[in-house]
């Protein structure tokens, strides 16, 4: 099983930020049913570990807090941009919550082999496969105050992640809701 963690975007944002990346050609777009906040990918694990990570998850608190949407950046190398994302406004409470989860699962006896990367919350427009730079970097200037209506995140999520012929599908497998819902 290949297994992440994230938070669900609402079904309207996400049908909103969806164009974004759509209308640029080269862009492989994230389709909304897709589209989420990563808190910490995990990778693949076998069933009984996966069992093991919904427990610690299952006992992990937290008080819902609020979200926006807030401008778009790229992930890229010198010679090409991989991902346009869709970034969020500074939240303390979202990044104590992907510490709180990356250091629950380290915790474990049979730690899961997870992306030790530093958390970077975004969202995943769209995956580059031939798009000119110039043209992302456009789209990108021509989108400098993109907001999304304010969001509360009430739960997080354990996913997993299939790939399909038509890309990559994720499908929740557990919810985990906050404090107080």
């Known amino acids: 099983m290949r297994l992440f963690?994230?938070?669900?975007?609402?079904?309207?944002?996400?049908?909103?930020?969806?164009?974004?990346?759509r209308g640029i050609r080269g862009i492989e777009a994230q389709t909304p049913a897709n589209m989420h906040i990563t808190l910490k990918f995990i990778g693949n694990v076998d069933p009984g570990l996966a069992k093991e990570?919904?427990?610690?998850?299952?006992?992990?608190p937290f008080k819902p807090f609020?979200?926006?949407v807030s401008g778009l950046g790229v992930f890229a190398s010198a010679r090409k941009i991989r991902i346009l994302w869709a970034g969020v406004a500074k939240q303390p409470e979202l990044h104590a919550l992907a510490h709180?989860?990356?250091?629950?699962?380290?915790?474990?006896?049979?730690?899961?082999n997870m992306d030790?990367?530093?958390?970077?919350?975004?969202?995943?427009?769209?995956?580059?496969?031939?798009?000119?730079?110039?043209t992302?970097?456009?789209?990108?200037a021509d989108h400098l105050d993109l907001t999304s209506r304010a969001f509360t995140v009430d739960r997080f999520c354990l996913y997993e992640s299939h790939s399909t012929t038509d890309g990559p599908e994720f499908r929740v497998v557990a919810a985990y809701d906050g404090i107080g819902n």
Request: hydrophobic share 45%.
């Open 100 to 112: 709180r989860v990356e250091n629950s699962l380290l915790a474990m006896e049979e730690c899961p």
């Open 5 to 21: 963690v994230g938070i669900e975007i609402p079904a309207d944002i996400a049908a909103d930020l969806y164009p974004l990346a």
């Open 136 to 140: 992302v970097e456009q789209t990108i």
């Open 53 to 60: 990570i919904d427990g610690v998850l299952s006992n992990l």
């Open 66 to 68: 609020e979200l926006q």
């Open 116 to 134: 030790m990367r530093n958390f970077t919350p975004h969202i995943t427009l769209g995956r580059n496969r031939d798009a000119a730079r110039a």
